[in-house]
């Protein structure tokens, strides 16, 4: 008589709307396996953690990883009933946790390492699966898993209607507003001679038809938008100071002949709200020589710094300050460093001061 290998089945699992189906699903396909063969069947169900290690909020992020197996479990008492196979095992675990993840590559790289410590033969995909938390990144996985001697397939599961407002509403202020921008960075860009007054504004009126129905992720204020460009025109003089000032110090850093380098990954939770402010701060830290943005969450920026001195600026909080100062105004220039919010120095903690930017701008 012929013995059957163990059927091995990995899902990997993050709270998604369609993670109960996919679930329901892998626990049919194992225990009609056990129930018709005599082989033994494995059903995996693995939470992909993508902790960082310099990220406080570590803890809190694999509790919710393990609260999320803590309902797998109920719905595999659900499902399974009171008489399961007695030759199907079921295992639930956390991977990932001690890696950085980003890429989908990173989370395929894990994924393969585990089946293959295990000798899983299959793994069934959740449509929906998305636990770096940004959008669903299902075919790029898809992609990269097929690097492995795996079976790849998705859970033929019904997925809510997804409607992404690629078009909204293009309103008078964002046509100004972009109009405004794109030639202004046209003129920046020219020798002012007067064809380039002509052609800058019929590019930036082409540029104005093309991005005015997709740009901002709410409406620009034609009473701030003003205010605004102003104080960036403050701002850029005061970054390209502190460009100089790191550029000096990283050469002093690079010529000495011990090079007291102290690379860190760092953690910057910014008191900082919307699309334009988060972007011009990452962009801004990265400009400035010792830092480098790697990526942001939310208000949480990981950032990698070359030496102690440039943590330290990065903590006292200049460069914040000025983007509150060029996107709020004068009163949110005003909220606490993030030294002083309880940042830099090891505890991790933060305290936001001010609820909505909308309410400090300038008068």
């Given at each position: 008589m012929t013995v059957l290998p163990p059927r091995r089945l990995l899902v990997p699992v993050a709270d998604s709307v369609t993670v109960r189906n996919t679930v329901a699903y892998a626990i049919e396909q194992a225990e009609s396996a056990a129930r018709e063969g005599q082989q033994q069947v494995s059903l995996h169900l693995?939470?992909?953690?993508?902790?960082?290690?310099?990220?406080?909020?570590?803890?809190?992020?694999?509790?919710?990883?393990?609260?999320?197996?803590?309902?797998?479990?109920v719905w595999l008492d659900e499902d399974l009933g009171a008489d399961p196979p007695s030759n199907l095992d079921v295992e639930l675990g956390v991977i990932g946790a001690d890696r950085y993840l980003f890429?989908?590559?990173d989370y395929a790289d894990v994924i393969l390492a585990y089946a293959d410590e295990h000798s899983i033969e299959r793994v069934v995909l959740d449509p929906e699966f998305n636990p770096g938390g940004t959008t669903p990144m299902l075919r790029p996985l898809e992609v990269e898993l097929v690097r492995g001697d795996i079976d790849v397939e998705t859970a033929?599961?019904?997925?809510?209607?997804?409607?992404?407002?690629?078009?909204?509403?293009?309103?008078?202020?964002?046509?100004?507003?972009?109009?405004?921008?794109?030639?202004?960075?046209?003129?920046?860009?020219?020798?002012?001679?007067?064809?380039?007054?002509?052609?800058?504004a019929i590019t930036a009126t082409i540029v104005?038809?093309?991005?005015?129905?997709?740009?901002?992720?709410?409406?620009?204020?034609?009473?701030?938008?003003?205010?605004?460009?102003?104080?960036?025109?403050?701002?850029?003089?005061?970054?390209?100071?502190?460009i100089a000032i790191a550029n000096l110090e990283i050469a002093y850093v690079v010529l000495h002949p011990s090079l007291p380098i102290d690379p860190e990954m760092v953690e910057l939770e910014a008191a900082i709200w919307g699309d334009g402010p988060v972007t011009t701060l990452a962009n801004s830290i990265t400009l400035t020589p010792g830092t480098l943005t790697v990526s942001v969450s939310e208000q949480a920026f990981d950032i990698h710094s070359l030496t102690g001195s440039a943590r330290e600026?990065?903590?006292?909080?200049?460069?914040?300050?000025?983007?509150?100062?060029?996107?709020?105004?004068?009163?949110?220039?005003?909220?606490?460093?993030?030294?002083?919010?309880?940042?830099?120095?090891?505890?991790?903690?933060i305290e936001s001061d001010i609820d909505d930017p909308e309410v400090a701008d300038d008068d």
């Open positions: 693995v939470a992909v953690a993508s902790t960082r290690a310099v990220d406080p909020d570590a803890q809190t992020e694999l509790g919710q990883a393990k609260d999320l197996l803590d309902r797998i479990e890429s989908p590559g033929p599961v019904e997925r809510p209607a997804r409607s992404t407002a690629l078009a909204r509403a293009a309103t008078l202020p964002k046509y100004l507003t972009i109009f405004g921008a794109s030639y202004l960075f046209y003129l920046l860009l020219s020798s002012y001679k007067p064809l380039d007054f002509l052609t800058g104005t038809a093309l991005l005015a129905p997709i740009a901002f992720s709410r409406q620009p204020s034609l009473t701030r938008v003003p205010g605004q460009f102003a104080r960036m025109a403050l701002y850029i003089p005061y970054l390209l100071k502190e600026d990065l903590f006292d909080g200049g460069l914040e300050r000025a983007v509150r100062f060029v996107f709020y105004g004068r009163e949110a220039a005003a909220i606490p460093s993030p030294r002083e919010r309880g940042q830099g120095d090891g505890d991790g903690t």
